[in-house]
Structures are given as structure tokens and as C-alpha cells.
């Protein structure tokens, strides 16, 4: 009986790592790590530029804007931050919900229009959105 367990063992064994051996050849991705000294100089302080009274303009500061190719608007109605959304079974709206405990159902059709319509409903805080399978109703 100990010898079948000892020679089961040692199957076992060579099997997994057989089995590492040719996963290790088929990811193709070799893993080498490797720690370098950073050495890091103190950066020399900023030179403030001179400023004449005369030239002083007040610059307004922008918002960092976010551009992307696939981006089609961008959605403003929600005061913090958004915790869930879903579009409708049906296509036709995205329901939002966020920390500030309200949800908000836009039609998709006004995405490429500049003022977007929203319905916006207060509820106690929700965490999940979901559509109905009919898209009348969201839970």
C-alpha cells in the first residue's frame, strides 16, 4: 500500500510540474525583476519670473477637460460621485445613481444635442441601478 502512494506521489509530481514546464513555453512572457539604486537629487527651486504692474492679467484657471475619440458628451447633473449606471434593455435611456441620493434617467437621443433633458428622482442613497427587462421601471 506505501509503495502505491510513494509511486502516485511521485506521478502527481512530475505531472504539475510538467504542466508548469509547458505553461512556463506557451505565455512567452519571462518575468525578470531586477532593483536598481535610485539616487535622487533635490530639484533646484522655481525662478519666480518678474511681474510689471502694468502687463498683470487675471488668467482664469480651466478645469482639465477629459477627449477621447469615442467620447460623445459629457453628462453634468450629479453634485458627488456617481455609484452606478445602466442604459435600458430598450436602448433608449442611461439611469445614473450617486452619493448624493437622487437618480437621474437620461435619454439617449439628446446625447449629441449641447442641453441635455434629464428626469431626476430623490431616493434614499443607492448603491445599484437596474432596468426592468421591459424598460419601464428601474430598481
Not at 40 to 60: D, L
Not at 86 to 97: E, I, R
Not at 112 to 118: A, G, N, P, S
Request: glycine share 2%.
Amino acid at each position: 500500500m506505501t509503495m502505491e502512494l510513494y509511486i502516485f506521489t511521485a506521478f502527481v509530481g512530475v505531472t504539475v510540474v510538467l504542466l508548469m514546464y509547458i505553461r512556463s513555453i506557451f505565455s512567452g512572457s519571462k518575468v525578470v525583476e531586477t532593483v536598481e539604486p535610485v539616487i535622487t537629487q533635490p530639484a533646484p527651486p522655481p525662478k519666480e519670473p518678474v511681474k510689471s504692474k502694468k502687463n498683470e492679467r487675471k488668467v482664469k484657471e480651466t478645469k482639465p477637460t477629459f477627449t477621447h475619440k469615442w467620447l460623445m458628451t459629457s453628462l453634468k447633473g450629479h453634485s458627488k460621485r456617481i455609484l452606478d449606471m445602466d442604459f435600458s434593455p430598450n436602448g433608449k435611456y442611461l439611469a445614473t445613481t450617486s452619493e448624493d441620493e437622487s437618480v437621474i434617467v437620461w435619454p439617449v437621443k439628446e446625447f449629441t444635442q449641447k442641453e441635455h433633458k434629464c428626469f431626476r428622482c430623490n431616493v434614499d442613497l443607492s448603491i445599484y441601478l437596474k432596468w426592468s427587462p421591459d424598460s419601464k421601471a428601474f430598481v
